[in-house]
C-alpha cells in the first residue's frame, strides 16, 4: 500500500490523481531512494511520499507598484510561463525594502522567485540573483535602452531587467520664456542661472514666492543623483570611474558643489535643501517656479485637468556645462526585476521576468497610467506617443545621455556610498562646510570602501 502525504497549501486535484496513477503503474518509484528527504521507506510494503506542491512564482514589489495594471500583466505572463504569479507588497521605504531582501536572500530561502528592484540595488543585491543573460536572445537583450544593461550587469551577469525607464529632465515655462524673450529652454547651467534670475526677477513684481529653479537637495538619494549630474555635465566622473576608484577629486566635483550652492537662497529657494522630488514638483505645477529637475511623473501630474500650469510648460535634456568638456548628462532610475539564485522555480522565473518586462507589458503598462517604456522601439509607436507627452524627450535622454549611478561598481557599499556623499553635499547646500572640504571629507570616507 501506498500513502501519499502531500506537504503545502496547493494541490490540483487533477495532478495528485496523474501522480497516484503512474504510481500504481510502477512509473513512480516511491521510496526506492532511500533516505531522500522527499521519499522515504515506511513499514514492509508501504511507502510515505512527501510531495511538495507547485506554489505560484512569488514576486515581491514596492507597494505602489502593485497596481490594477501590474496584475493584468502578471496574469498574461502566468498564462505564458504555465504558472500563477503572486505579487507580494514589499515595504513602502526604499530603503526598509532593502533591508528586508538583505535579511531575506543570504538565508537561502527558496520562498521568493522575484524581486523588484530600484536601479542602484544591482551591486549590493548582484550575488543573490540569476544570470538572466542565458535566458535572453540577442534580440530580447537589445530591445532595452543600453543604459539599463549598463546598470543591470554586474561582472559578467546581467541580474536584473527593467520594467520601466525613468530619467531626469529639465522642466521649464513655456509661457515665461516667451514672457521675457527667451526663443527656447537652455543649453548650458550658465543660460540656466541667467534665464532663472530674469524671469525670477519680473515675476517678484506680482508674487512674491517665485522662484527661478527648483531641484532636490535634501539628505536623500535624491541629491545623489542631482549633485552627480551636475558633476559630470561639468566634466567630472561619476563618484567612482570605470575601474571602480574613487574619483571626486578631479575639480569638476568641487567646481559642481560651489556651483550649485551658490544657487540656494539666490535663485533656488532656501528650503531646496530639504526638498524632494514631491516638493519641487508642488512649487512648480502650482506656478511658483521658472524651471524644475525631475523624472517624468512630473510630467503627466503637470498637465491634470486641475493643474495651474496645464499647457505652460515643456521638458528638455538637462543642461550642460558651460566648458569644453561640458555634457547634457541625467541620471537613469527605475524598477528592475531579479531571480533569486535560491528560486523553488528559476527557469519558469526567469521566463516571466522577461515576459514581465517584454514589449507587451511595457506598452500595455505605458498606455494604462503612462509610465514611459525602458524600451526604445515602443517611442515610435503613435499610440505611446499620444498617451506620454514627454515620450520624444524621454526617449532623447534615455538614449544619447543617460549616466548610471555606480551602483554595478561599488557592489555592496553604494548605499554606504551614496549615503557618504548626500551627506556632505548637503552641508555644502546649507553652507555648513565649502566644496574643497566636501570633496576631502567624501574622499576620505569613501575610500575605505573602494580601495
Ligand atoms: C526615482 C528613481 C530612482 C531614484 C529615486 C531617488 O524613484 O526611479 O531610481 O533612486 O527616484 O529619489
Not at 514631491?278 to 529637475?293: I, P, S, T, Y
Amino acid at each position: 500500500m501506498v500513502r501519499v502525504i502531500v506537504k503545502g497549501r496547493r494541490w490540483a486535484a487533477g495532478r495528485l490523481l496523474l501522480l497516484v496513477l503512474l504510481m500504481g503503474a510502477g512509473l513512480v518509484c516511491a521510496g526506492c531512494g532511500g533516505d531522500s528527504g522527499d521519499a522515504a521507506e515506511g513499514g514492509e510494503g508501504e511507502a510515505t511520499v512527501a510531495v511538495t506542491p507547485p506554489r505560484p512564482i512569488l514576486r515581491w514589489m514596492g507597494p505602489a507598484f502593485v497596481r490594477p495594471v501590474d496584475r493584468e500583466i502578471a496574469a498574461r505572463c502566468a498564462e505564458e510561463v504555465g504558472m500563477p504569479i503572486e505579487l507580494l507588497p514589499a515595504p513602502a521605504n526604499p530603503l526598509d525594502r532593502l533591508g528586508l531582501y538583505r535579511q531575506f536572500l543570504p538565508a537561502g530561502s527558496d520562498d521568493i522567485d522575484l524581486i523588484d528592484f530600484d536601479v542602484i540595488w544591482s551591486g549590493a543585491l548582484a550575488r543573490h540573483l540569476l544570470d538572466l543573460g542565458p535566458h535572453l536572445s540577442a534580440e530580447e537583450r537589445g530591445q532595452y535602452f543600453p543604459i539599463y544593461l549598463e546598470n543591470n550587469s554586474v561582472g559578467d551577469a546581467l541580474v536584473g531587467l527593467p520594467q520601466m525607464g525613468d530619467i531626469g529632465l529639465l522642466y521649464y515655462r513655456t509661457d515665461l520664456l516667451e514672457k521675457y524673450g527667451y526663443g527656447g529652454p537652455p543649453e548650458t547651467w550658465r543660460e540656466l542661472e541667467e534665464m532663472a534670475a530674469a524671469i525670477q526677477e519680473g515675476e517678484r513684481a506680482g508674487n512674491a514666492a517665485f522662484w527661478g529653479y527648483v531641484w532636490q537637495g535634501n539628505v536623500y538619494e535624491g541629491l545623489t543623483v542631482n549633485a552627480l549630474e551636475w558633476q559630470a555635465s561639468m566634466g567630472g566622473e561619476l563618484l567612482v570611474d570605470a575601474d571602480g576608484r574613487l574619483a571626486v577629486d578631479d575639480g569638476a566635483t568641487e567646481r559642481a558643489l560651489d556651483r550649485a550652492a551658490a544657487w540656494v537662497g539666490v535663485i533656488s529657494p532656501p528650503e531646496v535643501t530639504v526638498f524632494q522630488e514631491e516638493d519641487a514638483r508642488a512649487m512648480f505645477q502650482n506656478g511658483n517656479a521658472a524651471f524644475m529637475r525631475n523624472w517624468p511623473y512630473a510630467y503627466g501630474l503637470g498637465q491634470a485637468e486641475d493643474s495651474p500650469v496645464r499647457d505652460l510648460f515643456g521638458v528638455t535634456r538637462l543642461p550642460k556645462g558651460d566648458g569644453p568638456d561640458g555634457r547634457h548628462t541625467s541620471v537613469v532610475g527605475g524598477q528592475q526585476i531579479g531571480v533569486s539564485r535560491y528560486s523553488r522555480y528559476p527557469d519558469a522565473a526567469a521566463d516571466a521576468a522577461r515576459c514581465l518586462t517584454d514589449a507587451t507589458a511595457q506598452r500595455r503598462r505605458a498606455l494604462a497610467d503612462g509610465t514611459p517604456p525602458a524600451i526604445a522601439a515602443l517611442y515610435e509607436e503613435a499610440e505611446v506617443q499620444a498617451r506620454i507627452g514627454a515620450a520624444a524627450q524621454i526617449a532623447q535622454s534615455l538614449a544619447e545621455h543617460a549616466v548610471a549611478r555606480p551602483a554595478a561598481r561599488t557592489g555592496e557599499h553604494y548605499t554606504e556610498i551614496s549615503l557618504i556623499y548626500f551627506i556632505e553635499v548637503n552641508r555644502v547646500l546649507t553652507g555648513e562646510q565649502d566644496a574643497a572640504r566636501a570633496v576631502a571629507r567624501i574622499g576620505d570616507q569613501v575610500r575605505a570602501w573602494v580601495e
